[in-house]
T-cell receptor, first 112, second 115 residues
Framework: RKEVEQDPGPFNVPEGATVAFNCTYS??????FFWYRQDCRKEPKLLMS???SGNEDGRFTAQLNRASQYISLLIRDSKLSDSATYLC?????????????FGTGTQLKVEL | DTGVSQNPRHKITKRGQNVTFRCDPI?????LYWYRQTLGQGPEFLTY????????KSRLLSDRFSAERPKGSFSTLEIQRTEQGDSAMYLC?????????????FGSGTRLTVV
């Protein structure tokens, strides 16, 4: 079983739609959680951290359920510029330091 | 530019040749990571340095791969006797000396093509 699992998509949605991505992780000792965004042939960039209480950044809402080991990202009023791959990321402190483990990513295509 | 810098951006090499990549992290970041990413996959962890000490290596890092960070600043990743399966994007990232840091900062990567 992969440490971080995501539906690879692609999710094709019209502009203005609401879209949700889900992710599960296998290591219950994981300590912090993130969503990264990656544009085609570019490096991943931090989109937002994910907290158990849920957190929002503009049109983006992230949620963590530690009991179910489940992370979600909701994008409201999607824009053409939101088209990218969204990577679910889990941070585990291994004693030697932090290590981020990435999912395979979910591809989003926002269309006119 | 205070970001993570990687060079070269692209490298095409013949199978069997050795290649070396360089990463310059953000200056106040003592942690440095190397990842590899192939098409359709997320980045996969290769190795991690805290200052000059290499603290963890993935099983993905075969004997042909070696990474160094001799003075705790820049790092190099060398691949000896390259194989076509080594073709990938090699990403370097750095983070500050805090637990549960708010994610890493990645460089733009070095795209390796082995022909």
């Amino acid at each position: 079983r992969k440490e971080v699992e995501q539906d690879p998509g692609p999710f094709n949605v019209p502009e203005g739609a609401t879209v949700a991505f889900n992710c599960t992780y296998s290591n219950s000792a994981s300590q912090s959680f993130f969503w990264y965004r990656q544009d085609c042939r570019k490096e991943p960039k931090l989109l937002m951290s994910v907290y158990s209480s849920g957190n929002e950044d503009g049109r983006f809402t992230a949620q963590l359920n530690r009991a179910s080991q489940y992370i979600s990202l909701l994008i409201r009023d999607s824009k053409l510029s939101d088209s990218a791959t969204y990577l679910c990321v889990v941070n585990l402190f291994t004693g030697g330091g932090n290590k981020l483990t990435f999912g395979t990513g979910t591809q989003l295509k926002v269309e006119l | 530019d205070t970001g993570v810098s990687q060079n070269p951006r692209h490298k095409i090499t013949k199978r069997g040749q050795n290649v070396t990549f360089r990463c310059d992290p953000i200056s106040e970041h003592n942690r440095l990571y190397w990842y590899r990413q192939t098409l359709g996959q997320g980045p996969e962890f290769l190795t991690y340095f805290q200052n000059e000490a290499q603290l963890e290596k993935s099983r993905l890092l075969s004997d042909r791969f070696s990474a160094e960070r001799p003075k705790g600043s820049f790092s190099t990743l060398e691949i000896q006797r390259t194989e076509q399966g080594d073709s990938a994007m090699y990403l370097c990232a750095s983070s500050p000396p805090l637990e549960n840091t708010n994610g890493y900062t990645f460089g733009s990567g070095t795209r390796l093509t082995v022909v």
